[in-house]
């Protein structure tokens, strides 16, 4: 059967692309406008050229909260997928622990992050908080406020639990998907637990396993909320990652000039990351 | 309705940039008009890009060589330019 082509389906597209352009791509601009300026308000700029770019270049706040940030998205992916792929697999597919089980997995995503953030501030505190009440009283020395070890693991084990849901569902889905007949077939050559799952599952899940891996690459690189709500950067800097920085450097600071020459750097270097995931994965699809 | 874009602090250095790209994704458009399909091809990457796929690499790497010469080099970017048109010139021949 020949193809219908109609053009005026474009016209379909018009409301995505006036969004698109207000929401992204005038802010876009309008943040590469400021980037090569400097400014004191009302709408008074003067020419700075490349010299916020130079600034940032040589800057080692910059970098040192670069490498903390890519610190912290590799532990998180290194935890959350494998993680996520095993708790999915352990989930049930039938009866009604189902949608027990999506329910529970489901509620730490709907949680604000800014409520993420106060619950696990409270949870770690020593004198009431209870996780950091019960380990320093089992012996643990445990403060999160004055010691960048604590924070860390504080702001991980926080990402993880509000995050490693969105893994295990999307896992989940692409499991479900799978037909029996690939189990039985399975099972009558006699493949192992380890064959099923390398073979069969693993494949299954690849593509909606590469959505996991971006968004939580992208979320995790551009945290800004829970580890603002929970240490606000800090002991010192240990916890300041680009894009509370960046939140410095732009409202408390005032210097949009060096935020915006900033924010362009994070967004290329995201962008670059993004698309180096999603050509690795895809291609690796491709080839099988 | 007065439509004041102040606020976005417009300069000719930066309008220009932006009306470069602009033309860039016109001219992609125009050429996809002639040559519908994108070209697809498989490059030394050895994995397929279509024409698209090229300029966006083509840009992002201009945009790293560039800050790549202002944290290296220094801040006369027209070296960096022309190496950027050499780079896009590459992507686009082999990639």
Known sequence: ?288 | MNLDLSWMAWTWPTAAFFATILLLLCGMAAWEYASPGGNPRVGILRFETTRGDRLFLSLLGSAFIHLAWLGLVGSNLWWALALSVVYAIGVFRYV
């Open chain 1, 1 to 288: 059967m020949d193809k219908t082509w109609n053009n005026k389906a474009w016209f379909l597209v018009l409301p995505v692309l006036v969004l698109v352009a207000f929401t992204a791509v005038i802010p876009l601009m309008t943040v590469v406008n400021y980037s090569v300026q400097d400014t004191f308000g009302n709408n008074v700029f003067t020419w700075a050229g490349t010299e916020w770019f130079e600034e940032l270049l040589s800057s080692s706040r910059f970098w040192e909260a670069m490498v903390r940030n890519l610190i912290f998205s590799f532990i998180i992916l290194a935890i959350e997928v494998p993680l996520g792929i095993f708790i999915a697999l352990n989930m049930p597919k039938k009866g009604w622990g189902v949608p027990v089980c999506l329910v529970l997995m489901s509620l730490p995503l709907l949680i604000p992050w800014n409520v993420v953030g106060t619950i696990w501030q409270v949870f770690g505190r020593n004198d009431i908080g209870l996780l950091g009440y019960y380990l320093n009283a089992i012996g643990i020395d445990y403060n999160y406020v004055q010691d960048p070890f604590d924070a860390w693991v504080t702001i991980i084990i926080m990402d993880v639990w509000h995050w490693t849901s969105l893994v295990v569902l999307l896992c989940y889905a692409g499991l479900v998907s799978i037909p029996d007949a690939f189990y039985q077939a399975a099972k009558i050559d006699g493949a192992s637990r380890w064959a099923v799952f390398r073979y069969i599952q693993l494949p299954k899940m690849q593509r909606v396993l590469l959505i996991a891996v971006l968004l939580r690459f992208m979320d995790s690189f551009m945290i800004y909320t829970e580890p603002f709500v929970v240490t606000g950067g800090g002991p010192g800097n240990s916890t300041t990652f680009l894009s509370i920085d960046l939140v410095k450097t732009a409202l408390g600071q005032f210097d949009l000039g060096p935020a915006a020459a900033m924010s362009l750097v994070y967004f290329l270097i995201i962008l670059l990351l993004s698309w180096v995931f999603y050509t690795v994965m895809t291609n690796y699809d491709a080839e099988r």
